[in-house]
């Protein structure tokens, strides 16, 4: 791997942790937001989740036309394979694998407790006689009077 190569790889997988990092204090402000039943902050943090996501399938779009033509089949055995590619690449690796796994686990936090949101929802319709489908078909303008 010439050294331009190696150099633009550290630096597409500089900008994907980044984008992760970005995702993860997104991910903690939904959390706030689902905990507080905040919807109005709730679709802002979406919707700026939605602009990091393209982003960073952008740059792995990118790192996977890079890495096409290499010899390793994984980032790990990239890393593995010379003491030049561990020096360049093992720290943002490490910090890709933490922003990721990090974003991961709160993701699953915030799945909880959407769900549990969802199910106190559709327990207290029922409990008020109302179907999510009698819900839908509702007049929104009948339903503010």
Do not use: W
């Amino acid at each position: 791997m010439s050294e331009n190569t190696l150099a633009e790889l550290a630096g597409l997988l500089e900008r994907l942790a980044c984008l992760y990092e970005k995702l993860l204090e997104l991910e903690n402000e939904k959390t706030q937001a689902l905990t507080k039943g905040d919807v109005n902050a709730l679709t802002k943090v979406m919707n700026s989740e939605q602009a990091v996501l393209m982003e960073s399938r952008n740059a792995e779009s990118s790192r996977i036309e890079l890495c096409r033509n290499m010899e390793c089949k994984t980032f790990a055995e990239l890393v593995e394979s010379s003491k030049e590619h561990r020096e360049a690449l093992e720290p943002v690796y490490v910090r890709l694998t933490e922003a990721v796994t990090a974003v991961k686990k709160a993701n699953a936090l915030n799945m909880k407790l959407l769900e549990t949101r969802l199910y106190t929802i559709r327990y207290m319709l029922e409990k008020i006689g109302l179907s999510e489908q009698s819900c839908e078909h509702r007049d929104p303008v009948l339903m503010k009077a």
